[in-house]
C-alpha cells in the first residue's frame, strides 16, 4: 500500500513564526502535491513538484515556499506565519502525470 | 472560467435511490479523470477514475466522461447512509507540468 505521512495531525503556531510542513512518501512517486482545504473553497493547490529540486506554483502559492531534497520528501514552508493561514493542509503524491494521487492524513493548522 | 467546476450542494437523496455527481471541466487536453470520496476530518480517497469517453462501472458506482462536452459524471445507485461524504473531481491539467486540480467539491446526503 502507498503511504503519505504528514509529520503533524495538529499543529498551532504564532503569527510570524517560520513553520514547516513535512511529508513523506513510500512509492518513489514522481509528483508530490500540496493543498489547503478551507470549508467552501475544496482544494487548492499551493505547490506541486514533479521532481527533485522541481517545483512549480499552484494556484494560491502566496505566503508559502516549498523544498524537495529527496524525492521521497516534499516540505511545505510558512516563512511568516499569518491567521489567514490557518487550514487543513493536505500532502498528495502520483506516479506521474494523470494517474492517481494518494493523500497524507492531513494537518490542521491554527495560527493564532 | 475555473478549471474544474462541481455544484457544492448540499445533495440529498433517499436510501436506495441513485445519486448523480456532476462536474465540467476547462482544459480540452485533459486525458485522465477522477473521483474522490471525502468524508468528514478524513482524506480524500479515490474511489473511480476514467480515461474514455463512456460509462465505467464499479460496483455501485459508474462514472461517465464525454470529452467533446467536457463533462464527466459519477453516478451511485442504491445508495446507502454509508455513501454521505464529500465527493471531489479531479482532473490533471496543463500536461506537461503535473498539475492536478480539484474541483470544490460536491457534500452529498443520503436520507434513511
Known amino acids: 500500500d502507498v503511504k503519505v505521512t504528514q509529520s503533524s495531525r495538529y499543529l498551532v503556531k504564532r503569527t510570524g513564526e517560520k513553520v514547516f510542513l513535512e511529508c513523506v512518501q513510500d512509492?518513489?512517486?514522481?509528483?508530490m502535491f500540496w493543498y489547503r482545504q478551507d470549508p467552501g473553497l475544496g482544494l487548492r493547490l499551493i505547490y506541486f513538484?514533479?521532481?527533485?529540486?522541481?517545483?512549480e506554483k499552484g494556484d494560491i502559492p502566496e505566503g508559502y515556499s516549498v523544498s524537495r531534497e529527496k524525492k521521497e520528501r516534499f516540505s511545505l514552508i510558512l516563512e511568516s506565519a499569518s491567521t489567514n493561514q490557518t487550514s487543513m493542509y493536505l500532502c498528495?503524491?502520483?506516479?506521474?502525470?494523470?494517474?492517481?494521487?494518494?493523500f497524507g492524513q492531513g494537518t490542521r493548522l491554527t495560527v493564532v | 472560467q475555473k478549471e474544474v467546476e462541481q455544484n457544492s450542494g448540499p445533495l440529498s437523496v433517499p436510501e436506495g435511490a441513485i445519486a448523480s455527481l456532476n462536474c465540467t471541466y476547462s482544459?480540452?487536453?485533459?486525458?485522465?479523470f477522477f473521483w474522490y470520496r471525502q468524508y468528514s476530518g478524513k482524506s480524500p480517497e479515490l474511489i473511480m477514475f476514467?480515461?474514455?469517453?463512456g460509462d465505467k462501472e464499479d460496483g455501485r458506482f459508474t462514472a461517465q466522461l464525454n470529452k467533446a462536452s467536457q463533462y464527466v459524471s459519477l453516478l451511485i445507485r442504491d445508495s446507502q447512509p454509508s455513501d454521505s461524504a464529500t465527493y471531489l473531481c479531479?482532473?490533471?491539467?496543463?500536461?506537461?507540468?503535473?498539475?492536478?486540480?480539484f474541483g470544490t467539491g460536491t457534500r452529498l446526503t443520503i436520507i434513511p
Open positions: 498528495a503524491s502520483s506516479f506521474a502525470w494523470g494517474t492517481e494521487a494518494f
Open positions: 512509492m518513489d512517486h514522481e509528483n
Open positions: 513538484s514533479y521532481d527533485v529540486k522541481m517545483k
Open positions: 482544459d480540452r487536453g485533459s486525458q485522465s
Open positions: 476514467i480515461y474514455s469517453n
Open positions: 479531479a482532473v490533471p491539467t496543463n500536461f506537461g507540468n503535473e498539475k492536478l486540480t
